[in-house]
């Protein structure tokens, strides 16, 4: 619990600190988008105050999550983050729109592009979106929130970089069609990134199974453990983006009650250390199952 807590703060503080820096360079970006007459400047800067939010919004959600379970909310908050993750995938992919109106428009009407300052400003928004990248990459592995918030970071890494092909192509050839272009380029990219993350949130929203397990593996195993004769009714779902739940009914025979202790240690044992299944609701049914049941009897793998 000590562990988690420090984790929590720990990334919040890193939160609070990205979002900060992003904001400042957002209002930087967007008055140098402004003068320079860049709509790739400008798109990105929306981009990155988006980022700016989706940001905050991880920091709302990963303190939500640390307060503790209440009589009304037995769970907790943990689905917060999930919830955060949904929003900020959302936002992304609303986002887009704007970018492709404007650039289509600009691309049947040119506009001069000022490439210089176009160019310093994206190479100052590639630096500061990656370090941020690399700097909750860690954090984001495990936690569908963070890992929104870290793919809005990257996305406007690999916007900048856009940027910066952008400006050099007008400074090369004179031509402003180059900065839509590249809009539309980052538009596609910013979709494509965010379409994971708001699968698995709607998924898990909807009581899915996370996309890290496989409902069948699991079952399987159960089936291979000693003493479990069947398995039915097998749920799997997650409380928060890292917490995983299951329940299931395991046939045991007739057996004596006391029995089903040590079995029950071992199957949570197992559920935990190869699928990371840290909540389980296991109900023993001392019967035999149907024959046609295909988990009727322990299951053994066979050899390749």
């Known amino acids: 619990m000590h562990d988690h807590a420090a984790h929590g703060t720990s990334v919040s503080r890193k939160l609070i600190v990205a979002s900060a820096a992003t904001f400042l360079f957002v209002v930087a970006e967007l008055s140098i988008g402004l003068f320079a007459n860049s709509l790739s400047l400008v798109s990105d800067a929306m981009h990155n105050f988006t980022d700016t939010l989706a940001l905050l919004l991880a920091l709302f959600a990963v303190r939500l999550e640390r307060r503790p379970p209440t009589a009304m909310k037995s769970y907790g908050y943990h689905r917060a983050g999930v919830l955060a993750a949904f929003i900020n995938a959302g936002t992304l992919a609303a986002f887009t729109l704007f970018i492709f109106v404007e650039a289509i428009a600009r691309l049947r009407v040119p506009k001069s592009v000022n490439a210089g300052p176009m160019m310093i400003t994206a190479i100052v928004a590639l630096a500061l979106n990656a370090a941020i990248t690399l700097w909750l990459r860690r ?11 870290v793919l809005h970071m990257l996305g406007d890494a690999i916007s900048s970089a856009a940027i910066i092909i952008a400006a050099v192509m007008i400074r090369m050839t004179g031509m402003s069609f180059w900065d839509p272009a590249i809009s539309l380029i980052i538009g596609v990219l910013i979709l494509w ?23 069948l593996a699991v079952t399987q195993s159960l089936a291979a453990i000693d003493g479990v004769n069947g398995v039915h009714h097998v749920h799997i779902w997650a409380l928060g983006a890292s917490r995983a739940a299951l329940s299931c009914h395991l046939m045991v025979g007739d057996v004596a009650l006391k029995t089903t202790g040590s079995l029950l240690d071992r199957v949570n044992h197992m559920l935990e250390n190869d699928y990371r299944i840290v909540h389980t609701t296991i109900q023993f049914e001392f019967a035999n199952c149907d024959a046609a049941d295909p988990y009727c009897v322990p299951y053994t793998a066979t050899a390749d």
């Not at 990134?193 to 409902?215: C, K, Y």
């Open 139 to 149: 954090e984001g592995r495990s936690d569908l929130n963070i890992h929104s918030a």
């Open 193 to 215: 990134s965010s379409w994971g993350v708001f699968r698995e949130a709607l998924n898990l929203l909807l009581e899915g199974t996370p996309s890290s397990i496989d409902p």
